[in-house]
């Protein structure tokens, strides 16, 4: 099955929109699901740890930055656990206020975490639409949308 891909433009300049969408830390804000995240630190080779609230329960992962090239590209992987999720970010300029982001994420099973890959991709395909929006409508600065 391929990467779930999705791409949205947001009225907001490049660098801003890499700085935001790049940071883990600030992952809770447009992803519903993250409970918490902490953050080792920001170059290629860091590492971050998100808490996920799935299926009623928090579930922790590690991811280790793969890829940081402001304000154009950023990639993770994951380094723990039975489904390791892949992320990565390409911002792409529109215009001096405007840019599109290109969000690309897929998982990794190992062991049992293989027959989840496929339910897990499903569930983010859905999911991760709507966190993109929260993140559009939160930089645009549309507080009654990122509220609803």
Request: include cysteine; glycine fraction near 8%; proline fraction near 7%.
């Amino acid at each position: 099955m391929a990467a779930i891909v999705n791409s949205i433009e947001i009225d907001r300049p490049a660098e801003e929109v890499f700085r935001y969408a790049s940071d883990p830390a600030r992952f809770p804000e447009w992803q519903r699901d993250v409970a918490r995240v902490s953050v080792d630190g920001r170059e290629v080779g860091s590492r971050f740890t998100t808490v996920r609230k799935i299926g009623g329960q928090e579930r922790s992962m590690t991811q280790e930055i793969s890829e940081n090239e402001p304000p154009r590209a950023w990639a993770a992987r994951g380094v723990d656990g039975p489904v390791r999720p892949n992320a990565s970010i390409a911002v792409e300029p529109l215009g001096p206020e405007r840019c599109r982001v290109t969000f690309s994420l897929d998982f990794e099973g190992r062991g049992v975490g293989a027959a989840l890959v496929p339910m897990v991709r499903r569930i983010a395909a859905k999911v991760a639409p709507t966190s993109h929006q929260r993140m559009k409508d939160l930089l645009e600065g549309d507080d009654q949308a990122a509220a609803g």
